[in-house]
Structures are given as structure tokens and as C-alpha cells.
């Protein structure tokens, strides 16, 4: 064992400061330390820190570099799969938190991730945060059919339709999905809003979802508004 690796295995992370805790974390995700991630993630909640700025500083922050090294061939799937266990270790003690605001329900969306696509970290995300602002949440989970998401509106009625696709490769599958709805006359009614890192505004308008969510923060704003919108009218 090389000294650096001792040095880590003894690692007390209760003795780190905040900002040095933060950079262990974003080491230990890109090494994909579930273990080193949950006891961090409730050091720092146990420190006062809010879990929306756990998952931002922390989670999220430490993903995106793990995002870079793959993209640029330096990190590979096995390992961004054990980064990807790592962010959920952290992601599950944050659920409750997120989701504990005692808000009623306010409205109801199935969520999954488009067919050939099995990212998923995104869509829990927003999930929780949209779970967090009252409203129920039906998630379908990665690789879905268009039959999945019609099913699951036939079964669940929900006001909203949310897709997530992380590969370009994908998100041209919401657009089935969609002209699907069209084609059944069923499109004005649900509220379909779209997400996931490579899409954007105008592919989101030119597909013909309601809105682009950038983040989750942004679907549960857009989701509230969107509801309001349907109810005033
Ligand atoms: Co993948 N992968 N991956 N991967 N992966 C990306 C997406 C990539 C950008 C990496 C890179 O090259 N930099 C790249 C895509 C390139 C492209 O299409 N242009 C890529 C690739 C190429 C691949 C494979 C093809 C690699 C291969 O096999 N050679 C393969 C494809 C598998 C498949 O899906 N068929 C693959 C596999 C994997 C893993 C399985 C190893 C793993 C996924 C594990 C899992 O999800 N359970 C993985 C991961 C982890 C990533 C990166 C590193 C991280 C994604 C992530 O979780 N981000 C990613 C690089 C990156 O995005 N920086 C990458 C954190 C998450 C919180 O952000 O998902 O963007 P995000 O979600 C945000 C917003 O986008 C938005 O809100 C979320 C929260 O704020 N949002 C929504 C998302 N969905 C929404 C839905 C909504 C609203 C908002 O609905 C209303």
C-alpha cells in the first residue's frame, strides 16, 4: 500500500474543514467511495448545511468532474458506474430531506428516461425535488418505449409528462413520444416538459414539449407554473 493510499484509508473526514471535506468528497466520488460519500453527505447536514447546497456543492459538483475525465477518455464506464453508485449513496440520505416540505399535492407527473438511454441520476433528481414541492411523482425509470409513457398516463392521469435523455443520440425520441400524443389527439393533455444535459431551449420548443427544465430546480418552477397556468384557465 503506497502511502497515499494509507493516509486515505485513515481518513478522518469529521476532522476536515467544510471546504476541504467538499474537495474529499468530489476525490472520493470520482473514485467512486459510496461508503466515504453517505458519512460526508451527513457530516456536512449535521454541520447545518442545507441539502439543496450538499447536492449542489458536493453531489452534483463532483459528477460534473467525473463527466470531464470521461468524456475526455481518462475515466471509463465501470468506473463512472461506481461514481454513479457513490452520488446515489449520498442521494438516498438527502431524499427525505428534499422531499420534506409538508406540502400538499399539488399535481401529478410520470417521469422516465426515452428508450436506449439509461441515465438516471438526472431524472432522480428531479424527482425528488418535484416530490419535495408536493407533487406526486410516477417515475417509470430508464429505457422507456413510447408504450411505457402511454400506459403509464393512461393508468396514472397525470398533468404532467416529464422526459429526461442524456445522449444526443436520444433526445430525438422525445419527438416520437410526442408526436405520438399528437397522433391520439391527446397532446393538450398533459403538460410535457423535457430535460437532460445535451438538450436545450429551442430543441425543447422544436420538438413541441411545454418547456426545457436546465435543472432540477428549474422543473419544479416550471412545473408550478405551467400548473397554475392550466388551472387558471
Ligand atoms: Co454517460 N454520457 N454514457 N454514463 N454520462 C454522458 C451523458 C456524456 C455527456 C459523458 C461525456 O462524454 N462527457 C456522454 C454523452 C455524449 C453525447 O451524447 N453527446 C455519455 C456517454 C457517451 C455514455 C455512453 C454512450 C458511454 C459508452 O458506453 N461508451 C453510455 C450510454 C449508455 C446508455 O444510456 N445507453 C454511458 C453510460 C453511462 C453510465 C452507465 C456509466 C453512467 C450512468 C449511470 C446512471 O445514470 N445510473 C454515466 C454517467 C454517470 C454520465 C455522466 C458522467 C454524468 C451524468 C449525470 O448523472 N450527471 C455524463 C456526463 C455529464 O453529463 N456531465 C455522461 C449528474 C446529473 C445530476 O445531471 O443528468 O444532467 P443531469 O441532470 C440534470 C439536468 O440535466 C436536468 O436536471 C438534472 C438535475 O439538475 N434534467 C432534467 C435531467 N433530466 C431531466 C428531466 C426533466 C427535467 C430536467 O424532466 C422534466
Not at 81 to 90: D, T, V, Y
Not at 101 to 120: F, L, N, Y
Request: hydrophobic share 45%; charged share 25%; glycine share 10%.
Amino acid at each position: 500500500m503506497t502511502e497515499e493510499e494509507n493516509y486515505d484509508d485513515d481518513l478522518d473526514l469529521s476532522s476536515l474543514s467544510d471546504d476541504e471535506l467538499v474537495e474529499q468528497m468530489h476525490d472520493d466520488l470520482y473514485d467512486g467511495l459510496r461508503e466515504e460519500i453517505v458519512e460526508g453527505t451527513q457530516i456536512l447536514l449535521d454541520r447545518g448545511w442545507a441539502a439543496t447546497r450538499v447536492l449542489d456543492d458536493a453531489l452534483v459538483e463532483g459528477m460534473r468532474i467525473v463527466g470531464i475525465d470521461f468524456r475526455d477518455g481518462i475515466l471509463f464506464v465501470p468506473e463512472v458506474l461506481m461514481s454513479a453508485n457513490a452520488m446515489k449513496g449520498g442521494m438516498e440520505i438527502l431524499r427525505p430531506l428534499l422531499a420534506e416540505t409538508g406540502a400538499e399535492p399539488i399535481g401529478k407527473m410520470v417521469i422516465g428516461t426515452v428508450k436506449g438511454d439509461i441515465h438516471d441520476i438526472g431524472k432522480n433528481l428531479v424527482s425528488m425535488m418535484m416530490e419535495g414541492a408536493g407533487f406526486e411523482v410516477i417515475d417509470l425509470g430508464i429505457d422507456n418505449p413510447v408504450e411505457n409513457y402511454l400506459e403509464a398516463i393512461d393508468a396514472h392521469q397525470p398533468d404532467i409528462l416529464g422526459m429526461s435523455a442524456l445522449l444526443t443520440t436520444t433526445m430525438p425520441y422525445m419527438k416520437v413520444v410526442i408526436d405520438t400524443l399528437v397522433e391520439k389527439g391527446i397532446r393538450d393533455d398533459y403538460i410535457v416538459l423535457v430535460g437532460g444535459a445535451p438538450l436545450n431551449e429551442e430543441f425543447g420548443a422544436a420538438i413541441g414539449a411545454d418547456a426545457y427544465c436546465r435543472d432540477a430546480a428549474v422543473a419544479v418552477e416550471t412545473a408550478q407554473a405551467k400548473m397554475a397556468e392550466k388551472r387558471a384557465a
